[in-house]
């Protein structure tokens, strides 16, 4: 399972790069919005730390200007992915990117069927959002088995990246579940390396051989 950090923070970025694990970022309009700052030069700077993909998202409804948005977008640097929204309009975006080498990132998806119809339009990567669907009572996890087994049945090539997890749980159910990637805030990220018995057990070692070299 790959592990991309869900976050447009470039400190988040930078700490996370450091430790070596992170294969990817995502952004989406509400984390860019945070930080304040210019999209573009934003996104190449994070394209600057990350060299595998980073996705920056379209914030047209329209095809011909998500696609406008789309070109502009890959200019920015080789490992951008065009985040683009499942509604029809963002697949006959899909479409026209797919054609001319644009990779994409299709987000917002909340039912198999919206993953299927992607990943047949040409879709690099499909997002399906874990926690809103928690949130509404609804179980996120289920979504991702159904879509990797429609995925396997066809042998589609779009990559499952499990998005919206909100705790080092659902980047574990995700992973058993089939994820090809798993897109996590760095807070999430930082707990999945912690267990307070590794600590326990590290303070303990220290201990007993310091006392035996006395
Ligand atoms: C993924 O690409 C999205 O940016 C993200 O996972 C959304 O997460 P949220 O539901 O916690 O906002």
């Given at each position: 399972m790959k592990f991309f950090l869900d976050t447009a923070n470039l400190d988040?970025?930078?700490?996370?790069?450091?430790l070596g694990i992170v294969d990817g970022i995502t952004t989406n309009p509400s984390l860019v919005a945070k930080e304040g700052k210019d999209f573009k030069t934003l996104v190449a700077q994070i394209c600057e730390i990350i060299p595998g993909p980073v996705s920056a998202e379209v914030v047209s409804t329209e095809c011909d200007s998500m696609v406008k948005e789309a070109r502009e977008l890959a200019e920015i640097a080789p490992n951008i992915i065009v985040k683009l929204p499942t509604i029809p309009e963002g697949v006959k975006a899909l479409k026209i990117c797919a054609s001319e080498g644009i990779k994409t990132n299709l987000t917002l998806i909340f039912q198999p069927l919206q993953a299927l119809i992607v990943a047949k339009v040409g879709a690099?990567?499909?997002?399906?959002?874990?926690?809103?669907?928690?949130?509404?009572?609804?179980?996120?996890?289920?979504?991702?088995?159904?879509?990797?087994?429609?995925?396997?049945?066809?042998?589609?090539?779009?990559?499952?990246?499990?998005?919206?997890?909100?705790h080092p749980l659902h980047v574990v159910?995700?992973?058993?579940?089939?994820?090809?990637?798993?897109t996590m805030p760095y807070d999430v990220f930082k707990k999945m390396l912690n267990h307070p018995l590794t600590d326990i057990g590290l303070e303990r070692f220290l201990a007993d051989w310091n006392k035996a070299k006395k």
């Open positions: 988040e970025i930078r700490a996370g790069a450091a690099t990567f499909c997002s399906p959002f874990l926690g809103r669907l928690d949130d509404i009572g609804h179980d996120g996890m289920l979504l991702i088995e159904e879509i990797r087994t429609i995925y396997d049945n066809y042998g589609f090539q779009t990559e499952i990246l499990a998005a919206s997890l909100r159910q995700a992973a058993k579940a089939g994820a090809d990637i798993g």
